[in-house]
């Protein structure tokens, strides 16, 4: 409507200068202004757009996520059930604080897994980005895409334990015959596997004895204490951490026998993690033991240093998983 009032008045013009000026005058004076005229209808157009762009101003676009540059990328490291869920994040927690300090532009998540065979799924579908199995599950992630690129140190901690009440009587394999043992999980490498080619190799077969699967290296620990296993295994960091916590129970417990070790618990990437950022989280971890901060993270484990290996670190547990499988138990495929 702005736009034809501009027009019609625009129209009008000429004829009232005819009327008002005379025709010879008018004539004149109207060749001047045709001339003029497309100047007048531009700023005539441009005035009445500035009006339109007035009354449809600016208006803001609101959105339910944040722009893509502002997303930062998640990844999960998942760590196989060292200890109970409570405890994993009271120890590996402060691990993986540290990490999204040094690399603020990334988001790391610790997650826990209630019992080995969730870890082992969650771990065989390829749900971790970073994870750290044991040997075990170490050789199987390999099938599945997995790729070793550091380890704890300390191999020599990595061996089964048994204990056994001081009060047993009991000082032989053979005085396990017809009771009960206690074993965190069937695929927990040092705390069951090592333990049960020990008694096999020390003339006690599965078959002697009633294996019970508790869930947890503090359950194996807790079953023996309280008289509900004659035996339990478990391995050292598990042991050391309960009779710093508890050792007025640890004081009635003792290590009857103890393996031979094998490489200790690795730590993995997925076969697409972004490389740049594996270097970061390397270079975090196996410089933990030259700070402060870290070795108050390695102190909680317990552990030395993390330490940088590769797939053929872990060919000894290969040979000793065979063995196992042919003269203690079957393992799955």
């Not at 895409?145 to 990595?158: I, L, P, Q, T």
């Not at 000082?171 to 009960?180: I, M, Q």
Request: glycine share 6%; net charge negative.
């Amino acid at each position: 409507m702005v736009r034809q009032a501009h027009h019609e008045r625009n129209q009008l013009l000429p004829v009232r200068l005819y009327a008002l000026l005379g025709a010879e005058l008018a004539e004149g004076l109207n060749q001047s202004f045709l001339r003029a005229l497309p100047i007048v209808l531009l700023t005539g157009l441009l005035l009445s757009g500035c009006d339109e762009f007035e009354a449809t101003s600016y208006q803001p676009q609101y959105g339910d996520r944040p722009p893509p540059t502002l997303v930062k990328p998640s990844y999960v490291f998942g760590v196989h059930p060292l200890h109970n869920p409570a405890r994993l994040f009271a120890v590996y927690g402060p691990l993986v604080d540290l990490f999204n300090a040094r690399i603020p532009e990334t988001s790391f998540t610790l997650e826990a897994s209630q019992n080995y065979d969730e870890f082992d799924k969650k771990l065989y579908a390829r749900h971790f980005d970073l994870a750290l199995p044991n040997p075990y599950q170490t050789i199987k992630a390999l099938d599945q895409g997995y790729r070793v690129f550091g380890k704890m140190a300390d191999d020599e901690n990595f061996r089964g334990i048994i204990l056994v009440r001081k009060d047993s009587g009991i000082g032989k394999a053979a005085d396990l015959n017809g009771k009960a043992v206690s074993f965190p999980a069937p695929t927990a490498l040092a705390a069951t596997m090592m333990p049960q080619q020990y008694l096999n190799d020390h003339g006690l077969p599965m078959t002697a004895y009633e294996s019970r699967y508790v869930g947890s290296q503090e359950s194996s620990i807790m079953n023996v204490y309280l008289g509900d296993t004659a035996a339990g295994a478990t391995w050292p960091p598990p042991w050391q951490a309960f009779q710093k916590d508890h050792p007025d129970l640890a004081e009635q417990l003792t290590v009857q026998w103890q393996t031979d070790s094998l490489p200790n618990n690795s730590l993995m990437a997925r076969d697409d993690f972004p490389q740049d950022l594996l270097k970061q989280i390397s270079g975090i971890l196996f410089n933990l033991h030259n700070n402060e901060e870290g070795k108050i993270i390695l102190a909680r484990v317990p552990l030395s240093h993390f330490e940088p290996a590769t797939d053929k670190t872990y060919e000894p547990v290969r040979a000793f998983v065979a063995h196992f499988s042919k003269t203690v138990r079957r393992l799955p495929e």
